[in-house]
């Protein structure tokens, strides 16, 4: 049985309560949240043009938003190259004896990166820093931020390890076959400087037709991972990827509630992150599952057209659902039609034989 909070109090958590944490489990919502900023893009990256300036607005301008800031401007970081943003750049050329008119050429990206790196106190994790973890603060932190978004990440370079850092940094142990805990140890270190280390974890671009095979190694990549009611529904701007849930309106068996204390994901979090991860948009951006079957990235199907990938919504209509898989194909092993699937907390996301008698969907960019 589904049972919702109060408006009010719905509204103000971004989230709707779902079934209680039995049988199928249950799906947390979250309020669409306000646009975020387009993720940042190394100035010197192929993606940026030659002359950054007054108009622009992707990630480029992220990372410059970004450094800005880490060489003394007060700009908020929101892609967008506005007047605010021109002047901090004017003021950044003028104190580096560079030509004042706005424009980041390929001097001016030059200076920026190099004070912005020595204002961040970079240095080298793997022999400056010891073992980073939630609560860490300083130089090694500044570096870890800046490594991640170069990789994909949204984080604000501030040296402070918090619920947004760990995500990021889950996400990335994900995706290389590391143990998800958060913890930047010498394994996650290595995998941080390895020539390919930005292969995966990164989202492809937006309009990349769906490949099912990419989707499904973003699935695999969660495997283990715990349950957590209203895991990756960004409650705190992390982004898709394993995160805090919340404790308001957790009916489940296991007290006290772990969901404001584990990171993890709950049904329509892992297809959120899945899909993020394994086709670059964000279904619902953060939703439910309810509002996930409203997205235009979702087509009605029949079971009988199903193919690896589709998603499988439980309700009692295709609009009204409380759970959500992932269609994982055929087991060449077996030949047993299998499922991912985030069920419950005290569970971890799992890879099991498919249960059907739901609602179908096709994914497409």
């Avoid at 192929?46 to 700009?75: K, N, R, Y």
Wanted: charged share 15%; aromatic share 6%; net charge negative.
């Amino acid at each position: 049985m589904r049972t919702l909070l109060p408006t009010r109090r719905r509204l103000s958590l971004g989230l709707a309560l779902a079934a209680a944490l039995t049988g199928l489990g249950a799906s947390t919502a979250s309020a669409a949240p306000a646009a975020a900023a387009p993720s940042p893009i190394a100035l010197t990256s192929s993606a940026c043009p030659a002359d950054i300036q007054q108009g622009e607005s992707d990630g480029c301008v992220t990372q410059l938003q970004l450094e800005l800031d880490l060489t003394g401007a007060t700009i908020a970081a929101d892609g967008r190259f506005g007047a605010a943003t021109l002047n901090a750049v004017r003021a950044f050329q003028a104190a580096h004896a560079l030509a004042a008119d706005g424009i980041v050429g390929p001097a001016t990206k030059a200076a920026l990166d190099a004070a912005a790196a020595a204002a961040s106190g970079t240095v080298d994790l793997r022999t400056q820093c010891g073992d980073l973890r939630t609560g860490a603060s300083g130089p090694c932190v500044s570096t870890l931020q800046t490594m991640l978004n170069k990789l994909g990440a949204r984080l604000t370079v501030d040296g402070q390890f918090g619920p947004a850092t760990d995500t990021a940094v889950r996400d990335f142990q994900a995706f290389h076959g590391l143990a998800i805990d958060g913890v930047v140890g010498q394994g996650t270190k290595a995998a941080l400087y390895s020539g390919d280390a930005g292969s995966t974890g990164t989202p492809p671009p937006p309009g990349t037709p769906v490949d099912p095979a990419r989707v499904l190694a973003a699935a695999k990549a969660f495997l283990g991972v715990p349950y957590v009611w209203g895991g990756g529904h960004s409650l705190r701007g992390e982004g898709p990827g394993p995160s805090l849930g919340t404790c308001d309106g957790y009916t489940g068996s296991i007290q006290p509630c772990p969901a404001d204390t584990t990171a993890g994901l709950d049904c329509s979090g892992l297809v959120r992150a899945t899909y993020w991860f394994g086709a670059g948009f964000d279904l619902a951006n953060g939703g439910d599952t309810d509002q996930q079957t409203l997205d235009r990235h979702l087509t009605p199907i029949t079971e009988s057209q199903r193919r690896p990938g589709d998603l499988e919504y439980f309700g009692t209509d295709a609009h009204t659902t409380t759970h959500v898989v992932l269609y994982a194909g055929t087991d060449p092993a077996t030949g047993a039609d299998m499922m991912y699937e985030a069920k419950e907390t005290g569970t971890d996301v799992h890879y099991v034989g498919l249960r059907t008698g739901g609602f179908w969907y096709h994914v497409t960019a």
